[in-house]
């Protein structure tokens, strides 16, 4: 056999590496569009009520370490660490309710409103029935 001339078996092959390759680009999806197992939006009670107490307790620690630096700088102990304490507590608890109610954290976080298809939350930065 001459070496140019093409052997059956490897167009065979080559023709089937085609198929598994229409087949594999097929099946690649994106995988946020990518269907799976049903999960609720907001997680399991057990996990909510996790996630509350660690908001709560991760923003007083930090007030109270806050507050403490700052009073041993200042030399006003304890009157900075009561104050960030009630600062801390105060934003653990608007976190929790932004988690509650659905606002997130970042700009055009929120769920679009049926009748415009904008979105309602006052922290997305936009107007409804504007174009900016």
């Known amino acids: 056999m001459n070496e140019n001339d093409p052997k059956p078996a490897e167009s065979s092959d080559l023709s089937e590496?085609?198929?598994?390759?229409?087949?594999?680009?097929?099946?690649?999806?994106?995988?946020?569009?990518?269907?799976?197992?049903?999960?609720?939006?907001?997680?399991?009670?057990l996990g909510l009520a996790f996630r509350v107490s660690v908001e709560?307790?991760?923003?007083?620690?930090?007030?109270?370490?806050?507050?403490?630096?700052?009073?041993?700088?200042?030399?006003?102990?304890?009157?900075?660490?009561?104050?960030?304490?009630?600062?801390?507590?105060?934003?653990?608890?608007?976190?929790?309710?932004?988690?509650?109610?659905?606002?997130g954290y970042a700009p055009g976080y929120a769920k679009p409103d049926k009748n415009t298809g904008t979105n309602t939350s006052a922290n997305s930065g936009t107007k409804a029935g504007t174009d900016e």
């Open 17 to 45: 590496l085609d198929a598994r390759l229409a087949k594999a680009r097929g099946q690649a999806q994106d995988p946020l569009t990518q269907e799976g197992p049903e999960k609720s939006e907001k997680g399991g009670a």
């Open 56 to 103: 709560i307790v991760s923003a007083v620690a930090i007030g109270v370490g806050i507050g403490w630096l700052l009073d041993d700088w200042l030399d006003t102990r304890p009157w900075l660490m009561l104050v960030f304490i009630v600062l801390g507590f105060s934003a653990g608890i608007l976190n929790v309710y932004r988690m509650a109610s659905g606002f």
